[in-house]
């Protein structure tokens, strides 16, 4: 997705060099934010029978990561 200008990525500093030095359509971006950050989405079917398991592993998402 990258490659094709649709979407972005993280790339740790170490394997930034490889992955631009020879792909003139990839640039590399300093984030001037205090810290990466993403928006995770649980999305599952209105008659998921795993919807308990679904809210639990949201719960540990949320105490790991506040």
């Known amino acids: 997705m990258v490659a094709g200008n649709m979407g972005v990525t993280l790339v740790p500093k170490m394997a930034l060099l490889s992955l631009v030095k ?4 990839l640039q590399a971006s300093h984030l001037n934010e205090p810290s990466p950050h993403r928006r995770i989405a649980m999305i599952t079917r209105l008659n998921y ?3 308990e398991s679904i809210e639990l592993l949201m719960d540990l998402f949320k105490k790991s990561l506040n």
Do not use: S
Not at 22 to 25: I, L, P, V
């Open 22 to 25: 020879n792909n003139k359509e």
């Open 49 to 51: 029978a795993g919807v």
